[in-house]
């Protein structure tokens, strides 16, 4: 193979941007332009000769456009082998023009589906005559050149520009490359969207325990975004690839300030993110996360004093941290986070102010998001293992005071059962074994990640005492506090850890086999106790 001199080209595009001012370039290099509908009009509007595909097919475009570029004289033009004597021999006798360059993106399925539309609107998005003139245009990236994507214009101008109005080798072979994983990433998200959609509209609900949730095979439909400058550690390599529609999530925020995000960024700002989504329209909250497990979280009538409650739970931990919060930035508050090193700040907006105030922090990365998650949602959760995918649905259960079950003598006051819904929140958003003690909307103490459930309930109650002493408060907030279990308590040593740190209320599952020993000592000591028969492991 070798360079190609581009004579004519095809342009066939759903997003038209640059592609008036392309085609102009290529004009005035003597290159033929071929168009389809509304591509062709808008060329022709800005007064450039062009030739419509129905003039070269013989056929009107029919089928509301369904049926156009579907042709031999077409297919042919893409997919002959030029110096194949055969193929020459059939181009001649069917008068099939070579067509040296293919423009064309296609029609906007992502889009579409990540705006809601109804079906039908969506299965009209599913680009059929797009796609396969771009496979045929790529498999003979030997005497075609194939452009997929409008951030390439400036590329392929400069490629032409170098080469005499010819394309390399090397150039065609790249967007060849490009070219095929645009259309699988097509073909994926066509292929999930009707799975999810016929999952998540099955008449048992999308808690149904149903195979269509799973498709035979999982094809993934993500786009490269960033390569970052190492993963979890130094020595591993990572990237960030994201939805190529919708989402609301860090991938999607504006970084406004900042170095660029890291691998243990990206993980770690995405925790605290699904976190304080938790409490979305409701009182200013802050979430202050560190390897992926929160360290304090505070709700209050300001963002501010949210952060300082937050903090106070363990300011150690703290240090280097990431936050979240789900009201926007306010100078004040900004003022006071930036008293300590910070690693990220997230929030879905942040005033004049609060950008002064973090400016002077060259190194904070500062993120603005336009939307809180919905924690909620549905979708599927992918942890690669040796050999293969371990796939699951989202954890986006839930839930609310009128589900709870009280299970000692004594039911939880008004304010009890408002601190065990607020830590249960949080528990269930730390790393397993989970304990959570909190009270009046802050967390008192966290314990996380240990191999057994006692001993994350004492180091909880240990850091709820360092925080008083570090603090100067007469006792720990443990004092009076709820305590949330993300899953049930297999023994009442667990129970009894909760009974030493104050405690006077507990949220858990329930369901062990020892659930009636666990109730007997609640009682004992006269705390209260509801069961939500939802587990919320995370490993």
Known sequence: MSDVTIRRALLSVSDKTGVVELASRLHKGGVELVSTGGTARALRDAGLPVRDVADVTGFPEMMDGRVKTLHPLIHGGLLAVRDDADHAASMEAHDIGAIDLLVCNLYPFEETVARGADRAEVIENIDIGGPAMIRSASKNHGYVTIVTDPADYATLLEELAGNDGATT?????????????????????????????????????????????????????????????????????????????????????????????????FNDADAALELVAEFAGQDPAVVILKHANPCGVAQAATPLAAWREALACDSVSA??????????????????????????????????????????????????????????????????????????????????????????????????????????????????????????????????????????????????????????????????????????????????????????????????????????????????????GMRHFRH
């Open 169 to 265: 080798e090397a150039f065609r072979i790249r967007m060849a490359g490009k070219a095929f994983a645009r259309t699988a990433s097509y073909d994926a998200a066509i292929a999930n969207w009707f799975a999810w959609s016929d999952a998540f509209s099955h008449p048992a609900g999308p808690e149904a325990l149903d195979a269509s949730l799973f498709p035979p095979v999982m094809p993934l439909a993500f786009r490269r975004d960033a390569v970052l400058r190492y993963g979890e550690n130094p020595h591993q390599q990572a990237a960030i690839y994201k939805a190529q529609a919708g989402g609301a999530g860090v991938p999607q925020a504006q970084q406004v300030q900042g170095k660029e995000l890291s691998y243990n960024n």
């Open 319 to 532: 240090f280097g941290g990431i936050v979240a919060l789900n009201t926007p930035l306010d100078g004040a508050t900004a003022a006071a986070i930036a008293e300590i090193f910070t690693e990220v700040v997230i929030a879905p907006g942040a005033d004049e102010e609060a950008r002064e105030i973090f400016a002077a922090k060259k190194n904070l990365r500062l993120l603005l998001t336009e939307n809180l998650p919905d924690p909620r949602r549905p979708g599927l959760m992918l942890k690669s293992i040796a050999g293969g995918l371990l796939v699951q649905s989202r954890d986006n259960g839930a839930v609310t005071a009128d589900m709870l079950q009280v299970v000692t003598k004594r039911a939880p006051t008004e304010r009890e059962l408002a601190d065990c819904l607020f830590a249960w929140t949080i528990a269930r958003h730390v790393k397993s074994n989970a304990i959570v003690f909190a009270k009046d909307g802050v967390t008192a103490g966290i314990g996380a990640g240990q191999m057994n459930r006692r001993d994350s309930a004492r180091i909880a109650a240990i850091r709820a005492r360092e925080a008083a002493e570090t603090e100067g408060w007469a006792e720990p907030r443990t004092i009076g506090s709820a305590m949330a279990s993300e899953a049930f308590l297999p023994f009442a040593d667990g129970l009894q850890a909760a009974i030493d740190a104050g405690a006077t209320a507990v949220i858990q599952p329930g369901g062990a086999m020892r659930d009636d020993e666990v109730i007997a000592a609640a009682d004992e000591a006269g705390l209260a106790m509801v069961f939500t």
